[in-house]
């Protein structure tokens, strides 16, 4: 009996470190999705107003934009991305993908080469996301919250401070 | 491929078949994507100089489209047209079930270890001019089933520790066929010699903390026979396979290993294990210039039926290169290449070649 309860101590503890560790490395949303509070240069991660969740984490934001994460609540997610010539694209790769462009393009390649069509809708511009958010089933997309009007019709899944 | 599944014109037309709802309906928006490359390589044998001699090749132009079909529905094909003719390397219809299951039927590379699956013809993609000998294609003297014919499972799952991820394959079994007259492995598109389906599984766990590695192991099995008259082959093959891979930042590390094992079904039976494997690392500087080098190794039991029935004899490669970068979608690579068959140095091979995607 005393071994049991020691060892059910000890994967309490295990089990408690691993939540600190999933929260660390953004298992959970890292910021308030009260977009009031936000920066007007914050990415604000959206979706329609009929999405699955009413939250993403960066983790999973990150696994959806490389393909690995296509189903969310039960529903096919699809990616919007911006235009590579857009700043908040910088910023986007920068503060939650973690990759260079150059890197980033590498891995769409082999992911669309090795398991097909699982990889980002690109859109020119923010309004262009706006729109097709809004009216794309599963879609999920970034916007700076400066672009976010109070008619855009889309909710807000995660909001990550610039620097 | 072989001459057995040397494109007919029934599997474009299949193909286009499948394709046919995006033609007619979303034709601006079907991307046709694909690889391609140009190469000269100049072969120096010391003990035959006769034998020395340069050429260019032209390498398989491939194309691939990937295209959705319905919300949870996509198809793939790849064509790849080479000097011999246009094969089809990849035809696969795809089901998205949940993160942690997609279903594909049709031809797909199989799932053995990490080269065959991430980069296959996409020789854009890998830092080399060439794959690992025993990669190679089954039409080019490959010696592992790089193709199969049947059902496909795979998925993922996401946990705190990282990502787990696997392939779950049942198909028609490889077997040894002519191809332009020299014994080739042939995947067997529409049938299957016996009725023992391949089977094949490969798992990978991806570390979070460890940005870009992951480290995977793959099993395999299948009977293959031979269908040359005068070289019988029956044999139960199962290959284990382990592979490690760092792909993202500038250092790049691959290490695979494959033990291939044949149970011999004719005359006096007994088994053979052989061993194949790389290793091979490259570092990029400022995201244009990578020198890399590799080492590469098959070495077969004496007498294995398998190797003996394609040809195949030990064989230690070293190779060492330099890719650079020109723009997102081009690579320059020159590397040499230090072949030593049976023990003995055979000859060097130089090679460039200039890949692109588009």
């Known amino acids: 009996m005393g071994i049991h309860i020691l060892m059910t101590k000890k994967r309490l503890g295990t089990a408690l470190l691993l939540l600190a560790a999933s929260v660390l490395w953004g298992l959970f949303p890292l910021a308030s999705l009260s977009l009031a509070s936000a920066a007007p240069t914050d990415l604000i991660f959206i979706a329609a107003k009929n999405f699955p969740a009413d939250s993403l984490t960066l983790d999973e934001i990150q696994n959806i934009y490389l393909g690995k994460k296509r189903v969310v609540g039960g529903s096919v997610v699809v990616a919007v991305d911006q235009g590579e010539a857009e700043p908040i694209k910088l910023e986007f790769l920068d503060r939650v993908i973690h990759l260079s462009h150059a890197e980033y393009k590498a891995q769409l390649l082999k992911r669309h080469f090795q398991e097909g069509a699982a990889t980002p809708k690109f859109e020119p511009n923010s309004a262009a996301v706006l729109r097709e958010v809004a ?18 019709g889309v909710k807000v899944l995660a909001i990550v401070p610039t620097k | 491929m072989t001459h057995h599944h040397r494109l007919a014109a029934w599997l474009p037309a299949l193909a286009l078949a499948l394709l046919a709802p995006l033609i007619g309906t979303r034709a ?43 919300p949870r529905l996509d198809v793939l094909t790849e064509f790849s047209y080479e000097a011999g003719g246009v094969d089809i390397e990849r035809l696969q219809v795809g089901y998205l079930f949940s993160d942690a299951l997609k279903v594909y039927a049709g031809r797909f590379h199989t799932a053995l270890g990490y080269w065959n699956t991430a980069y296959h013809h996409g020789a854009f993609l890998h830092l080399t001019v060439e794959r690992p000998v025993f990669l190679r294609f089954e039409d080019d003297g490959g010696i592992l089933p790089v193709h199969t014919v049947g059902l496909l499972g795979s998925g993922g799952h996401f946990l705190p520790a990282g990502e787990l991820s696997y392939a779950i394959m049942v198909g028609n079994g490889p077997s040894i066929a002519l191809d332009n007259g020299v014994p080739a492995l042939n995947p067997n598109n529409a049938g299957d010699p016996n009725k ?46 382990a592979d490690l891979s760092k792909t993202m930042g500038p250092f790049e590390l691959l290490a695979e290993y494959f033990l291939l094992r044949q149970k011999n079904h004719l005359g006096t039976g007994g088994s053979t294990t052989n061993h194949l494997y790389y290793v091979q690392a490259g570092y990029e500087f400022r995201e244009m210039v990578t020198p890399y080098a590799r080492h590469e190794q098959m070495s077969f039991e004496e007498g294995d039926p398998y190797a003996l029935a394609l040809g195949a004899v030990d064989t ?23 072949v030593t068959i049976d023990g003995t140095p055979h000859h060097q091979e130089y090679g460039a070649q200039w890949a692109f995607t588009f």
């Open chain 1, 135 to 152: 009216n794309t089933e599963g879609a999920v997309g970034y916007v700076y919250k400066s672009d976010i009007e109070s008619n855009s």
């Open chain 2, 28 to 70: 601006a928006a079907l991307e046709i994507h694909g690889f391609g490359g140009v190469s000269y390589a100049r072969d120096h044998h010391d003990a035959d100089p006769k034998e020395n001699n340069g050429a260019f090749t032209l390498g398989a132009l491939d194309f691939y489209v990937a295209e959705p079909i319905g």
């Open chain 2, 196 to 241: 023992n389906k391949a089977v094949g599984l490969h798992g990978a766990f991806a570390p979070t903390g460890l940005h870009g590695w992951a480290l995977g192991a793959s099993v395999y099995e299948s009977r293959v026979v031979s269908e040359l008259s005068g070289n019988p082959l029956d044999v139960t093959q199962t290959i284990a396979g």
């Open chain 2, 316 to 338: 230690r490669i070293e190779t060492a290169g330099i890719r650079v970068r020109l723009g997102e979608q081009s690579v320059l690579k020159f590397e040499g290449r230090f």
